[in-house]
């Protein structure tokens, strides 16, 4: 169906710092003389302006120009027109931007700055080294009992300070999104190397410990109905006042105090919470010598998590779970429950409240409300997806089967997926704000999960038709992210619409060999130009490299005028980003 | 309330019709005092007005009134629509005219009133073309009033409010106001706001009321306010005073299922394509010469000292919007109008003309031209372009597009030998000049330049001693009598039409003509008014003009050209079909002596195949329009292709086609009385649009494959925003003789 594009091996800079006094740094580089080039003519944009640059250097047939605004790589000779001229800038590559004298160092460059000192090595590398790369940091210093969101640093860009908490709000969906990375490499090793090779046994120990984290998330609050938590902590790890922290007791648990909830007034509220956990699940934190009464988990959950969760579902039960009849089983039993939760309470996740949380709500009832109106495209199709997905991997109709009729046919659920473009373009009016620039960025992989769900499970045509039709009312704002995250299932989706695979292959080549969420300097940059917006953030015109931007999730519109996203380098991120991507890409054929 | 009334004061201010800018500038003065008072006198009153020239030039002649209107502003009594210089006709500026309309004003209205336009307003322009939704939106724009054409003109497009969307994605919410954006009077009232009343039951959203004496300028005036408050208190509640930016938010809270419209909103005044050649072409050359020169001053300001001159461009362009404006560019307003247009166009023009100089004789100072030993030379006429140089003169030919261009160039001077920057020999011809004195010869040569770049060739005089032994560069041109051809076609002209009757593909010997070609047309244009309201197609031919000569005036290694001359009554049409070698189109350069009342000349083209399918160049993209026979709004280009087959015209400066089956044809004079306003014509001394001497050029462009993927961008764009060839003197400089400056 696709031909396949050959993903090359690519330079990727690997950037070490060093403080001034440290003895690694040759003494020559102090005392390199510094002589501002000649850049009259110079025949691209360059990131800062001529006059600021301040010295050069050449590593074979690359020139390299020192600015006091940051660090110009000139490769005349570059295959791709984006790798002719690269930038390299503080926080991320460099200490600060005032770099002072280089030094060619065989290949690589000596940079001297400011405050300190950068080795700048280009390494050509693969792809799949650069995957395995990204895994091995996310495993090493992100992994939090097999959650994969973010982690935070005592001490700025040193990955070995690491905290040992720190969680995420949406853990269970960038977690879940992390092991359908993993589970589609392990599906593509066992198909190339076989399910006994070594790298094939390891892609299958991190692709399970993935899972089984997801899945705990979905078991944690030991309510027995299916109920989803947001994330959990250990009662070693300090509570964030961020949302609501129910503490688990015996068979019952209690809400914390937090700004939330006493605004919510729910303080102490009580809740059911015996239920028992399936042990295999459980065993990610009672081998730590965690009890079930040291377990605070987040409540509220939103439809983010609930829509991975099903996609993952999908993804485990037919790649993972195959080889692994004990996790299928829980699979299975855990969608089923999470289906029967939101069947029987009316399209809603039930909160210990008895009432809906904030953000999982799929019912009538919210569509005709003012809100709801703009969300109701987005969520039919997401609680449509839950039911195929549930129907697929339980091999059951009934109920299921009953509950997608009466949606379609009563409620006519699929009819509001192609309507999102015309009420997302009226909210923006009656709002006044940009689109695309000014929506909700997180919504792309709710609208990516649930589509590409529909529309590889939907069997009957017009019903087919429709989900398409809404896949492709998101496309204006998806597409301009470039980001093979959601143009890959796109393309598998929807087989007849292009998508530009050379700009995926920009993403793969340019996204960085490490998450430490450093920031770069794009603000003040001189080859960049930058809108405002009604809402009043600030976009640049034109997508930039992704190692030219700031780091973070799926969530965020990669044009955003800004230097750094999440804690700059006192985080690192999870690597689901770049699994997620690739490996799904891989197995569906569209890269060698 | 979901089906309220927003009563839309204000008052249609046409700055040119039928009266001069002068009084029109006037009217907008009376009328902006007018709607003050009338805010202060009548509680609840919001007045909305478009066009920020009208504002602009409140501020300099009356900046008393206009520091009241800024306070009503920020008060949301007074409510500036349509971030754009006027409202301009909606087909014929191109989409960098668009872009500039939105540039000068919004920027304007960001530091006036602290705040840009968020609804597109053209009430009264003549059509809407297909991309105005993006140009709309990238201007700050989402959403737009319209009202022509009427229902009575196309039914399809949906009624009252929809979604109009155009083919890159952009969208904006349309309001198509019903019958009449100046609704007056007590009649006029009483008769449109029952229509209104049920309109908003029926859609379940709330309307429009466009409200105040308009065209002249005036507004709402007292009486009708007072009567619109007793129609409130005998129980229009509905009726509320609101302006377009509250009318879509307020609908935009409802839960709303309106339609969506994906193509133009066409036709109205179809004759406005082509009426009054003189702006059409004033419009086309303003606008390509604009944006080419401020390109080299940008270049010339990044490398040299020479200043950007972003103030006069913005002061050029702003004379080009404003003759954008709906009347004027549609050719419809009275003739004493376009004195004071052709003055206007010519300062911009003299401003890109003075900038462009400028900056690339900056430029070109740069360029290394030095010769050794051309320092030793003694004579004055040695260093200077006289004849008998020693040294071959440089010229450095500068391309404005972002891709390499291939174009004959002509400088003033005969020559004997033309090379490249790197010493090849290119193909030149020594071609009449338009002077009788000195030698009567140019020379024409093939320019090869990069993209937005430059190029330098060197031009030996004709009796140089210093040339040497050389190789001419090889024509591919042939010439058999009334057959001519190059390396790509074959073209025949028929010796009894003057028309061409078969062009070849060398490639693979297909032919492209299947009927009449080039044989100009005359068309009755009687019933039209200058408009041409309610007439759509232009059918009725008169006849085929007759052929008076043909002869081959030109075969040469650089081209070859074909003269034709054709009468019709007192009237006649010149034609040099040019055929160049290297190059796949015939040029058509042009001279109509006109002197035809109330006819129209069209070109047609007529191709081989089935299935014919038309296509035209529309401002930010192209359209694919039914082979019916309606009259067209394109830009530089439209296009007739059939199995796979086509050809296009292309123009420097007309705007109007038609396109029946296989034959597809460019109008290329439409001769009305001036503002002739539905035809009645009471006797007078008529002066007509188009009579006198027309001067104006066409191409033929045969092509495989769509039209849209046959590079006729790239030619149209090429063939009316030409290589400029440079003389220049002999200096050392560090930049080379040819780059690309687009890199």
């Known amino acids: 169906m696709f031909k396949p594009y050959k993903l090359k091996d690519h330079v990727c800079r690997f950037c070490k710092m060093f403080s001034l006094d440290d003895p690694a740094v040759p003494k020559v580089l102090f005392e390199a003389e510094s002589v501002k080039p000649d850049l009259a003519g110079f025949p691209y944009p360059l990131p800062s302006k001529k006059a600021d640059y301040t010295c050069s250097a050449k590593t074979g047939s690359v020139e390299w120009y020192g600015a006091t605004n940051g660090l110009t790589r000139y490769d005349a000779a570059a295959e791709r027109e984006e790798d002719i001229v690269m930038y390299f800038s503080a926080d991320r590559d460099l200490p600060d931007n005032n770099v002072k004298s280089l030094l060619a160092d065989g290949e690589n460059l000596w940079v001297l700055t400011e405050t300190g000192a950068t080795h700048i090595e280009m390494k050509l590398i693969s792809a799949e080294e650069k995957a395995d790369i990204l895994r091995a940091e996310s495993e090493k210093y992100v992994d939090r009992r097999g959650m994969k969101s973010q982690k935070y640093l005592r001490e700025g860009r040193n990955l070995d300070s690491i905290l040992p908490y720190g969680h995420s709000d949406n853990d269970g969906c960038f977690t879940a999104a992390y092991a359908i990375g993993e589970i589609f490499r392990y599906a593509v090793y066992k198909r190339e190397k076989g399910i006994d090779h070594p790298d094939t046994v390891t892609a299958k120990k991190y692709a399970t410990r993935a899972t089984e984290a997801t899945l705990l998330l979905m078991h944690i609050s030991g309510r027995g109905d299916g109920f989803v938590a947001r994330t959990y902590l250990c009662a070693d790890e300090p509570v964030p006042d961020d949302g609501i922290f129910i503490k688990k007791q015996g068979d019952k648990g209690y809400v914390l105090e937090t700004t939330c909830s006493q605004e919510w007034n729910c303080v102490g509220a009580e809740c059911y919470a015996g239920a028992e956990i399936p042990a295999r699940l459980a065993k990610l934190y009672r081998d730590l010598g965690y009890s079930d009464d040291d377990i605070i988990y987040k409540a509220d959950t939103s439809s983010d998590e609930i829509s991975t969760h099903f996609l993952f579902f999908k993804i485990a039960h037919d790649h993972l779970a195959c080889d692994d009849p004990e996790l299928d089983e829980i699979i299975v039993s855990t969608c089923k429950g999470l289906m029967n939760h939101i069947i029987d309470n009316g399209y809603i996740l039930k909160d210990f409240t008895g009432k809906s949380t904030s953000w999982a709500k799929w019912n009538e009832e919210y569509f005709n409300s003012d809100f709801g109106y703009v969300d109701a495209c987005l969520n039919s199709a997401e609680v449509l997806m839950y039911h195929l997905v549930t129907m697929d991997i339980t091999g059951e109709q009934g109920k299921w089967r009953e509950s997608y009729d009466y949606l379609v046919n009563e409620k006519h659920y699929a009819d509001y997926a192609p309507k999102h473009f015309d009420r997302l373009m009226q909210a923006s009016i009656q709002m006044e704000f940009d689109y695309p620039e000014d929506i909700m960025y997180g919504d792309h992989m709710l609208a990516v999960c649930s589509f590409y769900g529909l529309c590889t499970l939907e069997k009957d045509e017009k019903l087919l038709e429709k989900y398409r039709m809404g896949f492709k009312s998101w496309r204006t704002s998806l597409a301009r992210e470039h980001n093979p995250g959601y143009d890959i299932p796109y393309m598998l989706a929807c087989p007849d619409n292009d998508v530009d695979i050379e700009a995926l292959a920009t993403w793969f080549y340019r996204t960085n060999a490490s998450r430490l969420a450093a920031g770069v300097s794009l603000i003040g940059r001189h080859d960049v130009a930058v809108k405002k917006q009604l809402m009043g953030n600030e976009e640049i015109s034109v997508l930039l490299p992704s190692d030219e931007r700031f780091i973070s999730k799926y969530d965020r519109d990669p044009l955003y005028y800004k230097n750094e996203d999440s804690g700059g380098i006192m985080c690192v991120e999870s690597a689901y980003v770049y699994g997620f991507a690739y490996w799904m890409g891989r197995y569906y054929g569209f890269f060698e | ?743």
Request: glycine residues 8%; charged residues 25%; proline residues 4%.
């Open chain 2, 1 to 743: 309330m979901k089906n309220k009334i927003h009563i839309i004061s204000n008052a249609h201010l046409d700055p040119i019709w039928l009266w001069r800018w002068q009084e029109g500038c006037g009217e907008v003065l009376q009328t902006f005092r007018s709607a003050v008072d009338r805010i202060k006198e009548y509680k609840g009153m919001i007045f909305t007005c478009s066009s920020a020239s009208y504002y602009k030039w409140v501020e300099e002649i009356d900046p008393e009134l206009f520091e009241e209107i800024r306070k009503l502003v920020k008060k949301g009594k007074w409510v500036p629509v349509n971030g754009w210089w006027v409202q301009p006709d909606c087909n014929i500026p191109d989409a960098e005219s668009f872009a500039r309309q939105a540039l000068y004003s919004q920027l304007y209205y960001y530091e006036k009133f602290g705040t840009i336009c968020k609804t597109g307003y053209n009430v009264d322009s003549f059509g809407h073309s297909a991309m105005l939704p993006q140009l709309l939106t990238q201007g700050g724009m989402k959403c737009y009033v319209m009202m022509r054409p009427g229902m009575h003109e196309n039914s399809e497009i949906p009624e009252n409010l929809f979604w109009w969307d155009s083919a890159d994605g952009s969208r904006v919410l349309t309001y198509r106001i019903r019958d009449c954006y100046c609704i007056n009077g007590k009649n006029g009232i009483d008769n449109e706001l029952p229509i209104l009343r049920d309109r908003a039951e029926k859609t379940g959203h709330g309307m429009m009321f466009f409200f105040g004496v308009g065209n002249h300028g005036g507004g709402p005036t007292k009486g009708d306010l007072d009567y619109l408050l007793e129609l409130q208190e005998e129980g229009f509640e509905e009726l509320e005073y609101s302006s377009p930016d509250e009318y879509f938010s307020e609908v935009c809270a409802g839960q709303l299922d309106i339609p969506v419209w994906s193509d133009e909103l066409q036709h109205h005044a179809s004759g406005c394509y082509s009426a009054t050649s003189m702006i059409k072409q004033l419009n086309r050359k303003a606008e390509n010469w604009l944006a080419s020169a401020e390109k080299w001053n940008s270049v010339a300001a990044s490398i040299s000292d020479l200043p950007a001159s972003t103030k006069a461009f913005g002061d050029a362009w702003k004379e080009v919007c404003f003759n954008q404006f709906h009347d004027i560019l549609c050719g419809c307003s009275i003739m004493e109008a376009y004195d004071d247009v052709r003055d206007s166009m010519g300062y911009a023009m003299t401003v890109a003309a003075k900038e462009e100089n400028k900056a690339m004789l900056k430029i070109a100072n740069f360029v290394d031209t030095w010769l050794d030993g051309v320092s030793d030379s003694v004579t004055c006429n040695e260093r200077h372009h006289c004849r008998n140089l020693k040294f071959p003169r440089p010229v450095i030919v500068f391309n404005p597009h972002s891709y390499e261009v291939e174009q004959p160039v002509r400088t003033y001077h005969p020559s004997a030998r033309v090379t490249d920057c790197d010493g090849n020999d290119v193909l030149f011809q020594n071609v009449r000049s338009s002077r009788s004195d000195g030698t009567h010869l140019d020379t024409v040569f093939n320019a090869k330049v990069p993209a937005l770049g430059y190029a330098t060739y060197w031009l030996w005089f004709e009796d140089s001693k210093e040339i040497g032994d050389f190789k001419k560069a090889e024509s591919s041109l042939k010439c058999d009598g009334l057959t001519i051809e190059n390396e790509f076609i074959r073209v025949k002209f028929d010796e009894k039409t003057g028309g061409i009757s078969s062009i070849i593909n060398k490639a693979d010997g297909s032919e492209f003509i299947g009927g009449e070609t080039c044989v100009p047309t005359v068309i009755d244009n009687s019933e039209a008014d200058t408009w041409a309201h309610n007439i759509f197609k232009f059918d009725k031919v008169l006849g085929t003009m007759k052929l008076e000569s043909i002869d081959v005036v030109e075969n040469g290694d650089a081209r070859i050209v074909v003269r034709t001359k054709h009468v019709y009554n007192g009237s006649y049409l010149k034609q040099d079909f040019i055929l160049h070698s290297g190059l796949e189109q015939i040029r058509v350069k042009c001279k109509a002596l006109w002197q035809e009342p109330l006819t129209i000349l069209k070109m047609p083209v007529t191709i081989n195949g089935n299935n014919p399918i038309s296509t035209y160049e529309i401002p930010a993209g192209i359209i694919k329009r039914p082979c019916n026979g309606e009259e067209e709004p394109a830009l530089n280009w439209g296009d007739v292709t059939a199995d796979g087959k086509g050809v296009a015209l292309v123009s420097d400066s007309k705007y109007s086609y038609d396109c029946t089956g296989n034959t597809l044809r460019l109008t290329l004079i439409r001769n009305s009385i001036f503002a002739d306003h539905y035809s009645d014509r009471p006797y007078a001394d008529f002066n007509y649009t188009d009579e006198g001497i027309n001067r104006f050029e066409y191409a033929v462009y045969p092509h495989i494959g769509q039209a849209e993927d046959s590079g006729i961008q790239r030619f149209a764009a090429t063939f009316n925003n030409r290589l400029v060839a440079v003389p220049v003197g002999y200096h050392k400089g560090k930049c080379l003789k040819s780059i690309a400056l687009s890199a």
